[in-house]
């Protein structure tokens, strides 16, 4: 069990913000972290980490204390065993994609069994700079799972990617999840990685968590119980004689669907939405919080 | 036949004077890259000094402060037996600083090229600041540090008023290529003087040339 109560102060572009956090999370959570930018979520990130301290509170991991502002106890970085894969590249460039799994933990059976889980076993003699923007975040969270962390932390890590690859990406840390059970924090402005990846989603306004659950309890009005549903973007309307003609963009691909006048009511072009099919007519959904915003803080 | 001893004396001052600069300079132009103390501003400001300042105003206080007369000079005196003015040791400490800036410069701007983010993952990843020092950051460092070095080297190599004014005109000992140049033309000896004009002027532009052609790799298309 992991436990965090701190608050801190944070500078944002809209000013100073308090920010106040008084949660636990299991061992095997896949946390998505969402929000509009200068709600925290970063800072929430480096503060579990150890590169920002808090003003005031507790870190708490598994009885181990972390972080304690009354004892002004402060485990050091380095002894956190926090897995961090940044929005930016931050692989080391003048060491092969090998070497840089190495310098994080120097055992060659476990790279390369890092290196075949996530996919990237061809690119191992590689120099980051013959990487693509996908390969170099997979070898960063291969290079960060290999500390064995007590969490995983990706500060957007997927935000520079396209569609499909984002998709390979998106499974493969799925993947990785279920194989290590790791508590996972994903900090994230899209919904195909709220609804794929997390068991757990926190929903930040500026300074606090406003919302928490499943993804389905923070992003829908209701729980629905559809046969199949994945998320997606409208990219196109058009008026068939009675019905009308939906074109979505998800991860799986671009999907024809065709709606009724009623369904369409409210969406626009660009909207998220969650498609589902209860038997045979797709249904739906414009997912409850706003289109999120690429972050700034 | 030209005697080459100014131009050997030249060099051999050039490479104590990087050596020793290389030495001394990096962990100062990290803590000027890195550190957030006010001091930083003012201690920087102190170190670019010799940029600007004449040479003959460093060698003047260089040589007060070398001097047996003076507090600094008597206890290196009284303690080593040894007369730091008109010396070579004499000249290496007037080089050192009069060229830190051109070492120290390139170092800091190297310091600070160098994204926040890569030492971060580091320490996550268990390192110390130390080991994170030597393997991550000064492997990066490869550019400034030739330039550095390239800069400091091709500097000290046409000291002249410095050098004039702490270590004189003694041959073998202060006598270096730049001083025997003034030498020769104070006395009308033109053809020698544009002798030793010359070999600077190739060892100049043969150090530039290597360091644009290191430079140079940069330009390399990177596939993404």
């Given at each position: ?72 106890k402060n485990r050091t970085i380095q002894k956190r065993k926090c897995g961090f894969v940044f ?211 | ?224």
């Open positions: 069990m992991i436990h965090i109560n701190i608050s801190k102060k944070i500078h944002t572009h809209q000013g100073i913000i308090d920010f106040n956090v008084d949660k636990s999370f299991n061992k095997g959570e896949f946390i998505t972290i969402s929000g509009k930018s200068g709600t925290g979520k970063t800072t929430l990130l480096r503060m579990i980490a150890g590169l920002t301290e808090p003003d005031s509170g507790t870190i708490n991991v598994h009885d181990e204390i972390w972080f304690d502002s009354a004892t002004r929005q930016e590249t931050t692989l080391f460039p003048h060491m092969t994609v090998l070497q840089n799994i190495l310098y994080a933990h120097n055992d060659k059976k476990l790279a390369y069994e890092l290196l075949e889980l996530l996919e990237i076993t061809a690119l191992a003699e590689r120099l980051p700079v013959k990487l693509s923007g996908g390969q170099k975040q997979r070898v960063a969270i291969a290079r960060a799972l290999a500390i064995k962390p007590e969490i995983l932390l990706l500060d957007e890590p997927f935000s520079s990617l396209d569609m499909n690859l984002k998709s390979i990406v998106q499974d493969e840390l799925k993947r990785v999840h279920e194989r290590f059970g790791t508590l996972m924090m994903l900090v994230t402005h899209d919904y195909t990685d709220i609804f794929k990846l997390s068991t757990r989603t926190l929903y930040l306004t500026p300074g606090v968590i406003e919302r928490d659950g499943s993804a389905y309890e923070v992003y829908l009005n209701q729980l629905t119980t559809h046969k199949f549903s994945f998320t997606g973007k409208i990219l196109d309307i058009q008026k068939n004689d009675l019905v009308y003609n939906a074109l979505i963009g998800s991860t799986h691909g671009i999907i024809e669907t065709i709606v009724t006048e009623d369904d369409i009511k409210g969406l626009t072009i660009g909207d998220m939405v969650l498609v589902g099919s209860k038997v045979f007519n797709p249904v739906l959904h414009k997912l409850g919080v706003n289109l999120l915003e690429p972050d700034a803080e | 036949m030209i005697d080459l001893e100014p131009v050997l004396l030249s060099m051999k001052l050039s490479a104590y004077t990087t050596g020793i600069l290389l030495i001394i300079c990096i962990v100062p132009a990290w803590y000027l890259a890195t550190g957030k103390s006010s001091c930083n501003v003012i201690v920087e400001s102190v170190l670019t000094l010799p940029l600007v300042l004449p040479p003959t105003v460093i060698g003047f206080y260089i040589l007060l402060l070398l001097s047996p007369r003076n507090t600094p000079g008597m206890i290196f005196e009284s303690l080593f037996d040894y007369r730091l003015v008109f010396s070579f040791p004499g000249i290496v400490i007037a080089s050192v600083i009069h060229s830190l800036p051109y070492m120290i410069k390139p170092l800091k701007t190297g310091f600070e090229s160098i994204p926040r983010s890569l030492i971060e993952v580091s320490y996550t990843l268990g390192k110390s600041e130390a080991e994170t020092f030597i393997k991550v950051i000064i492997p990066l460092m490869k550019k400034p540090l030739i330039t550095g070095l390239v800069m400091t080297f091709a500097h000290t190599m046409g000291e002249f008023g410095v050098i004039l004014m702490v270590g004189g005109n003694i041959a073998g000992k202060t006598k270096t290529a730049s001083v025997a140049i003034f030498e020769y033309v104070e006395t009308m000896e033109y053809a020698t003087a544009h002798m030793y004009s010359l070999i600077l002027i190739g060892i100049s532009l043969s150090i530039f040339i290597v360091l644009n052609i290191i430079n140079s790799g940069d330009k390399k298309e990177v596939i993404e």
